[in-house]
């Protein structure tokens, strides 16, 4: 069952992973090649007359397995010639594997920032696009926060550069507590960063923003260095199509809404 999840060491599976050798049982019953004999505690499933396990390793790791199982009954189904062909399968599926592993982290590094791990702005941009286009096409709203925290020259003269980038990736996590799964965050540069909220009015945006604003405000950062410290951040709400109808508007709008906190109290959300 492919819902079920088998832990290392657990059945047959378990043990190749764990191990990374593969296992020949050519049928129940009868004795096995010595060099593929499982241990002892290794029995087959209920039912399972013959199978064939091998690992699928790459790079000295264990991806994962392949097995094959019969109940037929007849005598030495699978032979060594089967284990070999079988091995040679698993090869090149764990090379196929790693291949779109790296692909995937590749893919994952062109869009994210090193330090935060949000999107960069350059995908934050093609994000802003396509939903630019959507909500054209079908009449919705959506928002973008800009995002700057306050007084953040502070922190960096006062504790380093270090824990200043140790405190931006803290920033990044209280952000991406405070919105839902479909909302998308990025660093759009230094210590500024945009939220994109599809599908959300200006009403909502807000409330979205003060909710990560007070979040901000409150949290307790650089813990782990026997630090707490805590600041403030500002915030401007810009909703399209009602404040922009193009991406460069819209976060023009958004960013103006967010210097006239800056200009001057500080620490709260206002709407382009």
Known sequence: DRNVPVRLGQGV????AQEGKAILWPSAGKETDQRYKPPFAIKPERGVKSFLCVPLRSKGKTLGVIEIRRKETDENLYREDDLATLAVIADYAAIAIENARNFARIQELTITD???TLFNVRHMHTLLDSEVL???RYRKQFS?????LDHFKNVNDT????????LLKETAEVIQSKIRSVDHAARYGGDEFVILLPET???????VANRVREAIEQH?????KKLEVHFTASFGVATYPDDAQTKDDLIHASDEAMYKVKNSTRNRVEAA
């Open 114 to 116: 090193d330090l935060t």
């Open 144 to 148: 973008l926060i800009f995002l700057d």
């Open 220 to 224: 307790s950062f650089l813990q782990e």
């Open 134 to 136: 959507r909500a054209g």
């Open 201 to 207: 009015d200006k009403a909502d945006a807000i409330h």
């Open 159 to 166: 504790y380093g550069h270090m824990h200043g980038s140790q």
């Open 13 to 16: 599976t378990g043990w190749v």
